[in-house]
């Protein structure tokens, strides 16, 4: 497609559920990436996927969260046993080699953790 | 600690004037710096970047002015439309860092 895609778009569960959330970066983007926002808030690194290089996933809140990117295209963000705490609009982005240059995002998957 | 934060939380104006933004960051290692627009419900979207070996770079009606003397960055908008409300995110990257550091981000009311 011609931007990021992410599915679903709101996701309502209960606590002690696991989520699974999916990103379509940009074809062609080597570089994917998720953010986290809390409402009001400004967006919260999680991890960074770059080719087939480790991935950074220094941001990562916990070890409930995970995430994986299967054939260097899809990847999806894995949320276990979830919390109200995690809460928030997950957002992901690709870019185009990982460098310094820009991020595209998606418009986000919004959970809510009842 | 580093952080990039934001001086106005919220901006509002009439429609036609001149808006300003601004963005103050702390880690003299950045050098890449990116606005970004998010209207509500929607991902943030890339307006204008900029990187440390410039201090102006402009865009269609947008300017982003970069101070690394006092590490501090603006966004100015000319002749504001009420279709500009959103809020306004600066971010840094930090040399080999992919990681894009993201302030709270500025509300801009736009009234016609």
């Known amino acids: 497609g011609a931007g990021v895609s992410q599915s679903p778009s709101n996701k309502v569960t209960e606590k002690g559920k696991d989520v699974e959330l999916r990103c379509d970066p940009i074809?062609?983007?080597?570089?994917l990436y998720w953010y986290r926002q809390s409402l009001g808030q400004g967006l919260e690194f999680l991890i960074y996927?770059?080719?087939?290089?480790?991935?950074?996933k220094s941001g990562l809140p916990s070890d409930r969260f995970s995430a994986e990117r299967t054939g260097g295209s899809v990847s999806t963000l894995t949320i276990q046993r979830t919390q109200q705490e995690d809460s928030a609009v997950y957002l992901c982005a690709s870019s185009l080699n990982g460098q310094q240059e820009t991020q595209y995002f998606g418009p986000g998957t919004r959970l809510l953790v009842l | 600690g580093e952080s990039v934060g934001l001086h106005l939380p919220t901006l509002s104006v009439q429609e036609g004037d001149n808006s300003i933004i601004n963005c103050a960051y702390s880690?003299?290692?950045?050098?890449?710096f990116i606005w970004y627009k998010q209207e509500s419900g929607k991902g943030p979207q890339f307006i204008i970047d900029?990187?440390?070996?410039?201090d102006k770079r402009q865009g269609q009606r947008v300017t982003v002015l970069l101070n690394k003397t006092v590490k501090h960055l603006s966004l100015q908008i000319a002749a504001t439309q009420p279709g500009d409300s959103a809020v306004y995110f600066c971010a840094e990257n930090r040399g080999s860092f992919q990681k894009l550091v993201f302030g709270t981000g500025t509300r801009l009311l736009v009234s016609p």
């Open positions: 900029i990187r440390s070996n410039m």
């Open positions: 996927f770059q080719g087939n290089s480790a991935p950074d």
């Open positions: 880690n003299s290692a950045s050098d890449y």
């Open positions: 074809s062609g983007h080597t570089a």
